[in-house]
């Protein structure tokens, strides 16, 4: 009887182990993919004319919205545009004239303020929101790395802090005052196979202090 115990313990272990193992090999290849899929982004400025599905915008956007912002205020808004005379007539001279080409146009806007909750009975207060930039800046880089994840392209264009493309882009699909457009993504399937650039440069590291 000891010796079935003995083997059943040796065999619990065995499996507790060899499960182990592989949670930590899947651990590790999904760490490698994520650290593979960063460092092999990079801009797609030409797309083939193939839709995207509604399943890839939504992913787009969640992945978006997942990105962290200051005390979770998320303050971001998203226009998604697909329609080609709406994407032709955000396209300014020869600035980002790939717009009307990328079938999928995702606008990453923040708002310019926030509300501070009142504190001791006090009432709300509207304040200037100096982090709305930032947190947008990470929602669009979020988007860019899951299109590239999921085998499409995308390029970040600057809207903001430039008044002739952000004025444009906010009379063209009717944005309100305090909400200001950062970036304009392009998304589509690519057209074009632009190797990644290598940014590692360790002369820009400095360790404790400059």
Not at 1 to 8: D, E, L, P, R
Not at 99 to 120: H, K, M, S, T
Request: net charge negative; proline share 7%.
């Amino acid at each position: 009887m000891k010796t079935v115990i003995n083997a059943a313990a040796a065999l619990v272990f065995a499996v507790t182990i060899s499960m182990s193992c592989q949670n930590r090999s899947t651990s590790a290849d999904s760490a490698s993919a994520v650290l593979e899929n960063i460092a092999t982004r990079t801009s797609i400025r030409q797309f083939t004319d193939t839709p995207l599905t509604e399943s890839e915008i939504e992913t787009l956007l969640k992945a978006g919205m997942a990105a962290p912002t200051a005390i979770n205020y998320q303050p971001w808004h998203f226009i998604v545009v697909t329609d080609p005379e709406v994407r032709s007539s955000l396209v300014s001279g020869r600035v980002n004239t790939m717009y009307a080409q990328a079938p999928c146009l995702i606008v990453v806007c923040g708002e310019v303020n926030w509300i501070r909750r009142g504190r001791d009975g006090e009432e709300p207060v509207e304040m200037e929101n100096g982090n709305w930039a930032v947190d947008c800046a990470l929602a669009g880089e979020n988007i860019l790395l899951a299109a590239h994840a999921l085998g499409l392209g995308g390029v970040w264009t600057a809207c903001y802090p430039y008044p002739d493309r952000y004025e444009l882009v906010k009379e063209k699909l009717g944005i309100p005052d305090k909400v200001m457009p950062l970036t304009v993504l392009a998304l589509g399937h690519p057209a074009e196979n632009p190797e990644p650039k290598d940014k590692w440069k360790p002369e820009k590291i400095h360790n404790e202090r400059w």
